[in-house]
């Protein structure tokens, strides 16, 4: 007896250009964010106070609906599973982007009460921007109050801030911050 085998899947051209569209989306949207906002809205997010599990989420249903787009009019169970993992794939690729870029920037469009925050000045140091001569700047800082909005840990900060703190040495130094739009922290300002 000979085996019948079914014939190879035949997908339309634009099949992968739309599975890769979990990664481009976000991608777009930040160049938006960036041509559009730039600046103008605060996204320096403390540690502890991320978006990551949020980021997650964006990145799962944009996943589902770029599969739900890409497979609709596709009934080979085989291509809609191919399709479902490429989604996944490059939803992945796609997470970093929404966590990192566009929520952060979003979070920032709308921000509630300030607070001045107390926080220890640990150490400061600087990173070197990937691919790059420039350096970032950092302050490790701890909240000197056990009920502070934000956690201890590493602080993107200016580099007028860290040479400021690195030349007087404060033991000592304040944040502003002020809850985001999307619940998260957000630092506004350092003294």
């Known amino acids: ?9 035949v ?18 949207v930040t160049l938006a964010l960036v041509f559009t906002v730039g600046e103008g809205w605060p996204r ?10 949020a980021g997650f989420f964006v990145t799962a249903l944009t996943g589902l609906l ?14 809609r599973k191919v399709a479902a993992l490429l989604c996944g794939l490059t939803g992945l690729m796609g997470w970093p982007v929404w966590s990192v870029g566009v ?29 790059s001569n420039g350096l970032n700047h950092w302050a490790h800082l701890a909240p000197q109050n056990a009920d502070a909005p934000v ?5 993107f900060i200016p580099e007028g801030i860290y040479q400021d703190w690195n ?23 350092f003294e």
């Open 44 to 53: 320096n997010i403390p540690p502890g106070s991320g978006l990551k599990l």
């Open 103 to 131: 929520l952060p920037s979003i979070n920032g469009s709308v921000l509630g009460e300030p607070q001045t925050v107390s926080m220890v000045l640990e150490r400061t140091e600087t990173t070197t921007v990937s691919r």
């Open 66 to 79: 770029v599969w739900r787009i890409a497979t609709r009019k596709l009934a080979d169970i085989r291509v």
């Open 151 to 155: 956690g201890a840990g590493r602080y």
């Open 1 to 9: 007896m000979t085996q019948v085998r079914a014939p190879r899947p």
């Open 167 to 189: 030349s007087r040495r404060p033991r000592s130094v304040s944040l502003t911050t002020a809850k985001g739009l999307l619940g998260a922290q957000v630092v506004t300002a």
């Open 11 to 28: 997908v339309p051209p634009r099949f992968f250009v739309t599975a890769a569209l979990p990664f481009a989306i976000p991608a777009l």
